[in-house]
């Protein structure tokens, strides 16, 4: 509907957050650039050494390719250049005053008066007596009164008259130069400066590396990627590397670095962008397009723009309803992948949190066995963590830490999210994600059993399904090459899961059209966003397409036994929402909304 009828983009407040931006990526390259200037006086050279031994068989590769012309060691020379801080200053680049033609001619132009020809002393005399007439400001006419007594002495230099020309003439070149930097430029724009600022200023270990591209020089010669300086990486050196007091400055530059991109990347993506997008509509309206199969399991991309792109936060805010009388509403299927999950490899304790009499909290489940590593002794089984999860003593705090991470661990390791991958996510050590894998791993047992099965078929039959039938082939599955096996055993045990996810968002879309919901209501989709609907509704009719859409969403996949269970929030903008749960009331719906209207009177 969207892409057709168009969606609204709240240009002020999109201003708003792009201004905001601005003064966040300012103020943050500013603090990184003074813990710098007081922490990274001297050149850091075991940091040096270990980033050019890491590279060295990559400058050997590029320098034979390039036929030895280019220069390992002007290599090494960069990186100890990069491997201190020096703050940046503004000085004026100018050629000091000397008394040739093109000198005294630059002087000339800067104050408005014409070139010189000759430096003879007749000829200046000349060009003296030729300028007495001309209107002329009192800086033009104080430089032709120094002129002829400091002439005579052009070829010493050093007479009281030349010296008064030449301080004034540097005056005036000085005055008229441009404005250079001098100093570490840290443009956090460029990989490179990003990559020395970790690892030589900050002298970081190497944990995470660039992807290799398929046929790069590194790919031919087997080389490892260059060190990292995504977010990954950035949140791995957080988690292991800036734990302690003495690395808590680090943890700062970090911190400051990342809340730099992160306003850098909003500004890339969303605010330079989308205003040049609306241009091409009217009234602050743009017409996002849809892939319907646009991934490989077969799950919605977008474009121009992508919608899809927009994480949870304040960018949606920019998304308001194209009439005053409605909101945007989102109805969401509540732990999709999860349920998806479960249903597939049929572990009862999984299973428990969705079906039967006595349903579980999942989270807590896993958060059961994670308590370990968070220092609670011996075992802890569901009962009591339940029963003291919401205690104000130490224990119910770190019950509730337990549950949280629980959570994390759910969410990352069903796909087989990896120990540092856990890291990151919840900034911790690496041997601690280790451990909370472990307990995830004896919360749910049945789970490895089925991964390791879905590979097995994947390599007899050639493809894998989901369940609703479609088909993934997989022609490296068997390949001899580990690396490329192991990258399609995790797509194979990732597609019945996303694509049947996929598949679902399909048969609602399909449901919604055949039954007419969003007309006969006079709402409209503006997007599917993966496990979610958001929509544009009247106010008048929100309770009967909540629940219309819900009843639609509300599957069980062929062969499974545990239903979807969609849950619905709305609010006066894509960003803002304000939750209603899974079968809201008419009252429930007349206070949110209620309280929306306060809300904009204010």
Same mark, same amino acid.
Not at 344 to 360: E, N, Q, R, V
Not at 585 to 596: C, F, M, N
């Given at each position: 509907?969207?892409?057709?009828? +168009?969606?609204?983009?709240?240009?002020?407040?999109?201003?708003?957050?792009?201004?905001?931006?601005?003064?966040? %990526?300012?103020?943050?390259?500013?603090?990184?650039?003074?813990?710098?200037?007081?922490?990274?006086?001297?050149?850091?050279?075991?940091?040096?050494?270990?980033?050019? @031994?890491?590279?060295?068989?990559?400058?050997k590769?590029k320098?034979?390719?390039?036929?030895?012309?280019?220069?390992?060691?002007?290599?090494?020379?960069?990186?100890?250049?990069?491997?201190?801080?020096?703050?940046?200053? %503004?000085v004026?680049?100018? &050629?000091?005053?000397?008394?040739?033609?093109?000198?005294?001619?630059?002087?000339?132009?800067?104050?408005?008066?014409?070139?010189?020809?000759?430096?003879?002393?007749?000829?200046?005399?000349?060009?003296?007596?030729?300028?007495? +007439?001309?209107?002329?400001?009192?800086?033009?006419?104080?430089?032709?009164k120094l002129?002829?007594?400091?002439?005579?002495?052009?070829?010493?230099?050093?007479?009281?008259?030349?010296?008064?020309?030449?301080?004034?003439?540097n005056?005036?070149?000085?005055? +008229?130069?441009e404005e250079?930097f $001098?100093?570490?430029?840290?443009?956090?724009?460029?990989?490179?400066?990003?990559?020395?600022?970790?690892?030589?200023?900050? *002298?970081?270990?190497?944990r995470?590396?660039?992807?290799?591209?398929a046929?790069?020089?590194?790919?031919?010669?087997?080389?490892?990627?260059?060190?990292?300086?995504?977010?990954?990486?950035?949140?791995?050196?957080?988690?292991?590397?800036?734990?302690?007091d003495?690395?808590?400055?680090?943890?700062?530059?970090?911190? /400051?670095?990342?809340?730099?991109?992160?306003?850098?990347?909003?500004?890339? /993506?969303?605010?330079?962008?989308?205003?040049?997008?609306?241009?091409?509509?009217? /009234?602050?309206?743009?017409?996002?397009?849809?892939?319907?199969?646009? @991934?490989?399991?077969?799950?919605?991309?977008?474009?121009?723009?992508?919608?899809?792109?927009i994480?949870?936060?304040?960018?949606? &805010?920019?998304?308001?309803?194209?009439?005053?009388?409605?909101?945007?509403?989102?109805?969401d299927?509540?732990?999709? $992948?999860?349920?998806?999950?479960?249903?597939?490899?049929?572990?009862?304790?999984?299973?428990?949190?969705?079906?039967?009499?006595?349903?579980?909290?999942?989270?807590?489940?896993?958060?059961?066995?994670? #308590? *370990?590593?968070?220092?609670?002794?011996?075992?802890?089984?569901?009962?009591?963590?339940?029963?003291?999860?919401?205690?104000?003593?130490?224990?119910?705090?770190?019950?509730?830490?337990?549950?949280?991470?629980?959570?994390?661990?759910?969410?990352?390791?069903?796909?087989?999210?990896?120990?540092?991958?856990?890291?990151?996510?919840?900034?911790?050590?690496?041997? &601690?994600? *280790?451990?909370?894998?472990?307990?995830?791993?004896?919360?749910?047992?049945?789970?490895? #059993?089925?991964?390791?099965?879905?590979?097995?078929?994947?390599?007899?039959?050639?493809?894998v399904?989901?369940?609703?039938?479609?088909?993934?082939?997989?022609?490296?599955?068997?390949?001899?090459?580990?690396?490329?096996? #192991?990258?399609?055993?995790?797509?194979?045990?990732?597609?019945?899961?996303?694509? &049947?996810?996929?598949?679902?968002?399909?048969?609602?879309?399909?449901?919604?059209?055949?039954?007419?919901?969003?007309?006969?209501?006079?709402?409209?989709?503006?997007?599917?966003?993966?496990?979610?609907?958001?929509?544009?509704?009247?106010? /008048?009719?929100?309770?009967?397409?909540?629940?219309? !859409?819900?009843?639609?969403?509300?599957?069980? !996949?062929?062969?499974?036994?545990?239903?979807? *269970?969609?849950?619905?929030?709305?609010?006066?903008?894509?960003?803002?929402?304000?939750?209603?749960? $899974?079968?809201?009331?008419?009252?429930?719906?007349?206070?949110?909304?209620?309280?929306?209207?306060?809300?904009?009177?204010?």
């Amino acid at each position: 509907d969207a892409h057709l009828k +168009g969606c609204k983009i709240d240009l002020t407040r999109l201003q708003f957050m792009a201004e905001e931006d601005a003064r966040v %990526a300012k103020l943050s390259k500013e603090k990184l650039r003074d813990l710098l200037a007081s922490r990274c006086k001297e050149p850091a050279f075991e940091a040096v050494h270990a980033l050019y @031994t890491d590279q060295l068989g990559y400058y050997k590769a590029k320098a034979a390719l390039k036929g030895g012309c280019l220069d390992i060691k002007e290599k090494k020379r960069a990186l100890k250049l990069n491997s201190f801080y020096t703050p940046l200053k %503004a000085v004026k680049c100018f &050629t000091p005053f000397i008394p040739t033609v093109t000198c005294l001619s630059k002087v000339a132009k800067i104050l408005g008066m014409p070139a010189f020809k000759r430096v003879s002393i007749p000829a200046l005399m000349d060009y003296v007596d030729q300028q007495k +007439g001309a209107s002329l400001g009192a800086k033009s006419r104080e430089f032709l009164k120094l002129i002829p007594p400091a002439s005579t002495g052009f070829k010493k230099r050093d007479s009281p008259s030349y010296k008064d020309l030449e301080s004034f003439c540097n005056a005036v070149l000085e005055a +008229g130069a441009e404005e250079v930097f $001098e100093g570490t430029e840290l443009n956090l724009d460029s990989p490179t400066q990003k990559q020395y600022l970790m690892y030589l200023l900050l *002298a970081l270990p190497i944990r995470f590396r660039t992807t290799v591209q398929a046929g790069s020089l590194r790919d031919k010669l087997g080389l490892p990627g260059s060190p990292s300086t995504d977010e990954d990486a950035v949140l791995m050196a957080l988690a292991n590397d800036c734990i302690t007091d003495a690395t808590s400055w680090k943890r700062e530059a970090l911190e /400051n670095l990342r809340r730099h991109q992160k306003a850098a990347t909003r500004k890339k /993506n969303y605010w330079d962008v989308y205003p040049l997008w609306v241009r091409g509509g009217v /009234n602050g309206i743009i017409h996002p397009g849809l892939n319907s199969c646009g @991934t490989l399991t077969r799950r919605t991309t977008g474009r121009n723009p992508n919608l899809l792109q927009i994480a949870k936060g304040k960018v949606r &805010t920019m998304f308001i309803p194209r009439h005053k009388d409605n909101v945007i509403c989102c109805i969401d299927f509540a732990s999709q $992948e999860l349920r998806l999950n479960a249903d597939a490899c049929k572990d009862p304790t999984w299973m428990s949190a969705y079906i039967g009499d006595d349903l579980k909290d999942l989270h807590s489940l896993t958060g059961c066995k994670v #308590a *370990a590593a968070l220092g609670l002794e011996g075992t802890v089984d569901y009962g009591f963590f339940t029963q003291h999860l919401n205690d104000e003593s130490a224990l119910g705090k770190t019950l509730r830490l337990a549950r949280k991470v629980g959570k994390t661990v759910n969410f990352s390791a069903q796909f087989g999210g990896q120990k540092e991958t856990l890291s990151r996510k919840l900034l911790v050590p690496v041997d &601690t994600s *280790a451990l909370y894998l472990e307990g995830y791993n004896k919360t749910f047992p049945k789970l490895q #059993a089925w991964k390791d099965s879905v590979v097995r078929q994947a390599k007899q039959n050639g493809f894998v399904t989901t369940s609703y039938g479609n088909r993934r082939h997989c022609e490296g599955i068997n390949s001899s090459t580990r690396s490329e096996a #192991a990258r399609w055993e995790r797509q194979v045990i990732n597609y019945p899961i996303q694509g &049947t996810a996929a598949d679902m968002l399909k048969v609602v879309l399909t449901n919604l059209y055949r039954k007419k919901t969003l007309k006969r209501f006079d709402a409209f989709l503006i997007a599917p966003i993966y496990d979610e609907l958001v929509l544009e509704i009247p106010q /008048n009719n929100l309770k009967e397409v909540i629940h219309e !859409v819900s009843d639609i969403m509300s599957l069980t !996949v062929p062969g499974g036994s545990i239903p979807m *269970a969609p849950v619905a929030s709305f609010g006066p903008s894509w960003g803002e929402q304000y939750e209603v749960g $899974e079968d809201p009331t008419q009252e429930k719906i007349d206070e949110l909304l209620s309280k929306i209207r306060g809300v904009a009177a204010c």
